[in-house]
């Protein structure tokens, strides 16, 4: 049986659902800049270069420094209406409780609280706007589950502080942290740092110019010191307080039992993704990562207490991702790469989703086998799901067996490792519960959610929520507690 807390619920990211990018005082943030990548074939941001010319420039490209952001008036940004949670949330927050929602994982948006994120004080009318949102939430028993930085950061940090490189960045970051979890002191108690912390990288998550190796680990170690912080805060403002870190958990196999493959998946893993479940969850860089920062000459500038901080502010549970797994090679004429060099495989033993995702549940159980025995921490699986067009029909149904069948296997295995492994696990949130904009492409037609919501991929459309079959299915599984898949 799953714990008699089981949290079941669902997820969202402001940038993703939010909208209201200009109102209530909200700052632009680097997700503002974004367009819609199935307009552009990728999500490129927009920038002015040193003629004054508007350039478009994709996340990881080469961003010069004395570049800034734009909004350019004739392209689409999906983040700036996204599907207008901010004038829904009421009925929103009303569909989560019909479906018998425990919690709700949502992020705030940091420029909402400080528009350009320098600010001493903070932002009144948006710090209402979550007041409104929490009690909303609390009203039907929903507890908020909250992603404090969900891949955007304030514009301005970016571009005038070149974003995560800059220690000063640290400073302001704690100061938002610090300045919402008294707010919502007694109406929020889980709480998430990093949004899948092992893919921040771009400019849009890390607001860097100029990226190099040397910059991204500095960058990153910023990151990890603010997210210890917030930790160490969070706990003293309130000890009731439940904050986690979020890790994209990217499962790999090895293609062959060639000792070469198992050492290459051993490296990638590490190098991917236990790199920063090791540092959040143990407080120090593990011994893999100090010899390759030796080796690749990389040398991370560190303030006195540094270390101590990173040991005080270890994280209370793991919450993660997880949507698929992936294989890696040796084998020199493999064609596709995961970054980084490393070469992929096709898995025939699994199929795929239209976005060519591998579909894995049994990688879900896996998974949370090899968290809990690494970190003997609470996990929590806080994005899960399946990226597919829906089709609405004449009467307004939306028949998504498709939806169904991805999350009852998942769960199903998710409940193996709970009830025949013993893995500690405190709930489950499947990504976008209410369809909003993919974050890989800015398309609308990249749906997850158990609520259809009207809209395209140029975001016309009536905004209207309809309940798909998943919405009926999902209530079942939840009032009958994980036992009626
Ligand atoms: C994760 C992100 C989410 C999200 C999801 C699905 O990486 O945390 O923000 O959107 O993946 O990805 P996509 O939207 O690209 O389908």
């Known amino acids: 049986m799953l714990k008699k807390d089981f949290l079941w619920g669902g997820a969202t990211a402001a940038n993703q659902f939010e909208g209201g990018y200009n109102e209530g005082g909200r700052g632009l943030a680097t997700s503002d800049t974004k367009t819609n990548g199935s307009l552009t074939r990728k999500r490129k941001h927009s920038f002015l270069d040193e003629?004054?010319?508007?350039?478009?420039?994709?996340?990881?490209?080469?961003?010069?420094?004395?570049?800034?952001?734009?909004?350019?008036?004739?392209?689409?940004?999906?983040?700036?209406?996204?599907?207008?949670?901010?004038?829904?949330y009421q009925e929103d927050i009303a569909l989560m409780a019909e479906m018998g929602f425990q919690c709700f994982r949502m992020s705030i948006s940091w420029t909402r609280i400080f528009p350009r994120g320098d600010e001493e004080t903070p932002n009144e009318e948006g710090l209402k706007f979550y007041d409104k949102v929490f009690d909303e939430c609390l009203k039907y028993g929903i507890q908020p589950v909250v992603t404090l930085n969900h891949f955007d950061m304030p514009l301005y940090l970016a571009d005038e502080k070149n974003g995560w490189l800059s220690?000063?960045?640290?400073?302001?970051?704690?100061?938002?942290?610090?300045?919402?979890?008294?707010?919502?002191?007694?109406?929020?108690?889980?709480?998430?740092?990093?949004?899948?912390?092992?893919?921040?990288?771009?400019?849009d998550t890390l607001g860097v110019h100029e990226m190099n190796q040397q910059?991204?680990?500095?960058?990153?170690?910023?990151?990890?010191?603010?997210?210890?912080?917030?930790?160490?805060?969070?706990?003293?403002?309130?000890?009731?307080?439940?904050?986690?870190?979020?890790?994209?958990n990217i499962l790999t196999y090895p293609e062959t039992c060639n000792p070469k493959d198992v050492e290459l998946e051993l490296n990638v893993s590490r190098r991917l993704k236990y790199f920063f479940s090791d540092v959040q969850c143990r407080g120090y860089y593990p011994s893999y990562i100090l010899k390759l920062l030796e080796r690749e000459k990389i040398v991370i500038k560190k303030e006195a207490h540094d270390d101590e901080?990173?040991?005080?502010?270890?994280?209370?549970?793991?919450?993660?991702?997880?949507?698929?797994?992936?294989?890696?090679?040796?084998?020199?004429?493999?064609?596709?790469?995961?970054?980084?060099?490393?070469?992929?495989a096709e898995n025939p033993y699994l199929q795929e989703s239209e976005w060519k995702w591998p579909i894995d549940p049994i990688g879900l159980r896996i998974s949370l086998n090899i968290l809990w025995d690494r970190y003997q921490k609470p996990?929590?699986?806080?994005?899960?799901g399946l990226g597919a067009k829906d089709q609405e029909e004449a009467d307004g149904s939306i028949h998504d067996d498709y939806r169904v069948a991805y999350m009852r296997d998942h769960i199903i295995e998710m409940k193996k490792a709970v009830e025949e492994d013993g893995v500690d696990l405190m709930g489950y949130t499947p990504w976008g519960c209410i369809d909003l904009v993919s974050a890989g492409t800015g398309e609308m037609?990249?749906?997850?959610?158990?609520?259809?919501?009207?809209?395209?991929?140029?975001?016309?459309?009536?905004?209207?929520?309809?309940?798909?079959?998943?919405?009926?299915?999902?209530?079942?599984?939840?009032?009958?507690?994980?036992?009626?898949?």
């Open 51 to 88: 003629n004054n010319q508007i350039v478009y420039l994709h996340g990881s490209d080469y961003i010069p420094q004395n570049y800034k952001s734009i909004i350019d008036e004739n392209m689409y940004y999906p983040s700036h209406k996204a599907v207008d949670f901010y004038h829904h």
């Open 167 to 203: 220690r000063e960045t640290v400073t302001y970051f704690l100061r938002y942290c610090e300045t919402v979890f008294k707010r919502y002191k007694g109406k929020v108690k889980y709480w998430m740092t990093f949004n899948e912390i092992n893919l921040l990288r771009g400019y």
């Open 215 to 248: 910059r991204y680990y500095q960058a990153m170690h910023h990151i990890f010191i603010a997210s210890a912080l917030a930790v160490k805060k969070g706990h003293e403002i309130d000890s009731e307080n439940q904050i986690g870190m979020m890790l994209a």
């Open 309 to 344: 901080i990173l040991k005080e502010g270890c994280v209370d549970y793991i919450g993660f991702s997880y949507y698929n797994s992936g294989v890696v090679t040796t084998r020199e004429d493999a064609k596709s790469t995961l970054g980084n060099g490393v070469k992929m």
């Open 379 to 384: 996990l929590f699986i806080v994005e899960n």
């Open 445 to 485: 037609k990249k749906r997850y959610g158990m609520v259809y919501v009207d809209m395209d991929d140029e975001g016309n459309g009536s905004l209207k929520r309809l309940k798909k079959d998943s919405f009926y299915w999902y209530q079942k599984v939840i009032s009958s507690q994980g036992e009626d898949l």
